[in-house]
DNA sequence: GCAACATTCTAACACTTGTTAGATTGTGCG
DNA sequence: CGCACAATCTAACAAGTGTTAGAATGTTGC
């Protein structure tokens, strides 16, 4: 009947996910990690930082058991431990969206593109995809679309784009997506594509907030 | 076309709700703030902290936009921004029980009394609360029952519990509610009333979860 | 075994944070 | 006005964190 010295370690458990989620980098290694499997190389690289500052980030990660990783001859990959750590991901970020001006400010400055789905839903989206009404884009790197994509959806990473243009329909509506709202790729991929006459739009979600919409991914 | 430097500020902003959640007794201020608004010195005294820290906890929450506060005489009173807050609570929590074995181990050490929902639905503890087939007690403080208790309950503080037992039914099967998971009021309420000859039984439950699972709330 | 290489460990630094205690602000009431 | 009191501000210190660079570990392939 003490419960003060057990209660308070409660907290402190919790807490001990909140500071995994503490870290701006360590924020930005999760949203890769939730579009797949990745090395402590492919991350470092993808986060814009040192190796070695990346394998501290992944280790304060998995100390928080937010990762997991898994050795593969040279290179070690890391991974989510549960879908669920990339819904906190989405529910963090919509907490800091919803209040924090700052935030949907930056957001503003950086999308060139306006949301196509803002206007329409994703089902109407999905509809419009599967009877080939428009031809959805996949603009990440190709390893990330083999670990999962929006059903209907070609594999066109950003660096390739300029020089596959040929593979896409001339008429068509070209709807492109990336990671998610904080990734600039899919606006690049729009402006890219409308300087070469294409109608193009993007959707803010990416595969992880269409996935914690309920909507089926492919692989 | 430089996304680095806005681009590495959008995690700063979302890191700023991470570094919110980093602390046990900023955690446990939400939790209580999830119950209702608060004072600062109430805050503090259920807290279990000096009231110029709980201060300054709550300036980091205000910071990062998690709390609002208003003035009333002499008082300052505190609530949560929204219930997405309360919801984020309930998220990294539910993320920390799922992956921290300390933390699921810390739990079991506390709760004495088993769980009924792991049993039952909410839904057929609504349904026989409505009937009368049992009596559902809420023993947290009486303010909190005030800012909202779930549907059929009746605010019995754990404190006066002892003395008002005589309001409570003979035969009646007695359900008790608190602040949640981490709370053990509903524990010591059930503990009591078990040596006084109730049948009585806990729900793990508390608004907060009741409220995020689409569950009425009454005021 | 050895060289190559991915990853982690260690040490060190500036920087931030949690906590405590004392001083200060600001409101209500007589 | 001036006292009582809720809440915040300030200063100070120990403890923890992010980052960098160099050293060490462990695996692959010869």
């Known amino acids: 009947m003490k419960p003060s010295i057990t209660k308070s370690s409660l907290y402190e458990h919790v807490a001990r996910i909140g500071k995994a989620l503490a870290s701006p980098k360590r924020l930005e290694l999760i949203e890769l990690l939730a579009q797949g499997e990745k090395t402590v190389e492919t991350l470092a690289q993808q986060a814009g930082i040192d190796v070695r500052l990346a394998s501290a980030h992944l280790k304060a990660l998995r100390e928080a058991r937010l990762v997991e990783n898994r050795r593969e001859g040279k290179f070690i990959h890391y991974r989510l431990s549960g879908q669920d750590v990339a819904e906190l991901w989405l529910n963090v970020r919509d907490v800091a969206e919803a209040h924090l001006l700052e935030l949907r400010l930056a957001l503003e400055q950086i999308s060139a593109a306006p949301d196509l789905l803002s206007a329409e839903s994703r089902e109407s989206l999905l509809a419009k995809a599967r009877c080939g009404d428009i031809v959805v884009i996949d603009v ?35 709807v ?44």
């Open 176 to 219: 492109a997506y990336c990671r998610g709202p904080f990734c600039v790729m899919s606006d690049e991929a729009v402006a890219l594509l409308r300087t070469r006459g294409f109608s193009a739009h993007k959707i803010t979600d990416g595969v992880t907030e269409w996935q914690a919409g309920g909507l089926p991914i492919e692989r």
């Open 140 to 174: 990440r790197p190709e390893s990330e679309y083999e670990a999962g994509h929006l059903p209907f959806a070609r594999s066109m990473p950003l660096g390739e784009l300029e020089k596959r243009l040929a593979e896409l329909p001339a008429g068509k509506e070209v």
